[in-house]
């Protein structure tokens, strides 16, 4: 992993892990830890391959 890959991770997964977070709560699911918890690790998941592909886009 390079570190232009770790780098667009902590911005990619703090973004993904919010917008899940704010999701999750528009549905209506505020009364369950739980779920918002799930909701902030699936975002900081899906953001690993994301910021794979982005840097090696950039990186040519």
């Excluded at 999701?23 to 953001?47: D, E, K």
């Amino acid at each position: 992993m390079s570190p232009l890959t770790l780098i667009l991770h902590i911005f990619l997964s703090s973004t993904f892990a919010g917008s899940a977070v704010v999701a999750v709560l528009a549905m209506g699911y505020a009364s369950s830890w739980t779920t918002i918890l799930i909701a902030a690790v699936v975002g900081f998941v899906a953001a690993f391959p994301v910021s794979y592909l982005v840097a090696r886009k950039l990186e040519g």
